[in-house]
């Protein structure tokens, strides 16, 4: 990953002394772009709160809603890590003093992006800390190398719409090249995370090296089909393209309930249902936020009469990516 | 293929006694689309008359310009076969007599889609010569029949291009699901045929049942770039994913210079080259007709140089689809 050789100018007296900023949570794959699309929801998402010290270094003060999870090393703190990275890619880690307050708003291992959010919330923290001496752009590689540290791979289709909001394209990685799609007014999505262990590894694991030609031309057929339909807020063609016949079939397996929850959610009206990232978590693709709001409240209330607790959340596809809180 | 069960009146007052009528020649693939995109050029293309005659039934009354490949035989003849199909489907193969004069325009086994030319051009003029009674969307399986009768196969990136017109993406076939993507206004196709023999059916069992998935996502990857750039009429962005990892690799193989003539259309700058369908023929996509001119014309130098025959076509990519000519 090249991180870019820009030659930036640091203001001293322009740094703030502390900031507060969220990241939203994303939905990998966006069901028929496995790897290349994802898009970002209004809420959940994480935050993080920044505070320029006087000694030098970046340090985690404390970190709220991860159950005891990650890490407070800074060494090994995602969100930590990618602020070192960035400081010293500006070669001030010798000179700038930074704590880290993070606070997940959405739960690890979901398949929701979490480790994305935080990367990103800290990138970007960090740079509005700094008066924004890398572009939104600029901050990508970075967001990805972030995401190589949290997961040991370099993925960009959570990072990518966390920091760029809305439905991105990752059209390939030799460079990074992302592509913003266009979000139909009336996109909502409607999640449910099944609180059951899904490790990503395992998920991706699964996956076979080798798929048929057929399939593979299925699938995009359906993806160009999906970027025409967000064209043209063509909703009848959106629903027709969102399905995934190459990796739902096996990591369906890993999720319980996966089909039924999937009739629930067609049942309901929405436009598609799928997995999202490497799952656990689910997402009905709908227009509205009725229909989004009832398919999600169907599912839910599913796996509650088959005693599996889950979390919801009903939202937008976002289109901001990641905003100041203050 | 479901033909549709639609009942059609026929006003046989308003049945023309002839009818001539152009259908484009087309580029299936456009190089990162393996069997789901193709589009239309202006030229070449086929070129059929019709004629009502007294006598019942469908003849072919002469074909131009195939140097006598093609069968004369009504039921073995694509052309007449797919328009004896079309009167039988609306109920007429006893009552109307219809003679046809086929002129090629173009060469067959080219990889430009001549037996899809010759089918759209027929159902094309027999459609119109009875008032219209389908729409062009009802045309298209059709269409496909015939592609299944010459070919052996019904695919549908050349037949849809060639009756629909600009760009189109097949997103899937259970049912035909057909798409008209937007052409932006400065796009050029350069073409050479190198006259060398690459039949349709080899250049289609070469190619690997399975792919590494890897590769598949580089190539829906790209393939969601193209329709983004399609619909931002964003030339880099067209050219940055017009790649083909997957197809063109085994496919180059047939082809004599093809690297070579890679390399020169790239120089000469075009956005993208690579074949044609399953080959032979080449092409050069470029902004601007210049560009395309000068790609194919540096291409053909080459081929004479390596005394190769070839033939060279440079067109815009065409909007209208078939026309009636008179």
Not at 9 to 17: A, G, V, Y
Not at 43 to 63: L, N, Q
């Amino acid at each position: 990953m090249e991180l870019g050789k820009k030659q930036y100018q640091i203001d001293f007296s322009k740094i703030l002394d502390q900031i507060r900023v969220f990241a939203p949570a994303t939905v990998a794959n966006m069901i028929c772009g496995f790897d290349v699309l994802g898009f970002a929801v209004d809420h959940p998402g994480d935050e993080v709160a920044m505070y320029r010290v006087a000694e030098p270094g970046v340090r985690i003060r404390s970190i709220v809603g991860d159950e005891g999870r990650l890490p407070l090393d800074a060494d090994k703190n995602t969100v930590s890590a990618c602020v070192k990275m960035l400081l010293s890619h500006l070669g001030l880690q010798e000179e700038l003093g930074v704590e880290i307050e993070l606070t997940k708003h959405m739960p690890i291992g979901s398949g929701l992006g979490s480790s994305s959010a935080s990367t990103v919330a800290g990138l970007f923290a960090i740079n509005n800390l700094l008066g924004n001496p890398l572009s939104t752009a600029e901050l990508m590689p970075f967001c990805v190398e972030g995401e190589r540290l949290a997961c040991g791979h370099g993925h960009a289709d959570n990072v990518a719409p966390a920091l760029m909001g809305g439905i991105t394209l990752i059209r390939g990685y030799n460079p990074l090249d992302v592509i913003k799609l266009p979000v139909p007014d009336e996109l909502y999505a409607g999640i449910v995370f099944p609180q059951v262990d899904v490790p990503t590894r395992d998920a991706r694991q699964l996956i076979k090296e080798k798929v048929l030609l057929k399939d593979a031309v299925t699938q995009w057929g359906n993806i160009a089909g999906l970027i025409a339909g967000l064209y043209e807020s063509d909703y009848d063609l959106i629903s027709r393209s969102m399905h995934d016949v190459l990796i739902e079939p096996t990591r369906a397996i890993l999720i319980p309930e996966f089909y039924e929850m999937k009739r629930i959610a067609l049942a309901a009206g929405a436009l598609s249902f799928g997995i999202s990232g490497s799952g656990p978590s689910v997402v009905a693709i709908a227009r509205g936020s009725d229909i989004a709001e009832r398919a999600a409240t169907e599912i839910q209330q599913h796996l509650t009469d088959c005693d599996i607790d889950s979390l919801k959340y009903v939202s937008a596809v976002n289109v901001g990516g990641p905003k100041v809180l203050g």
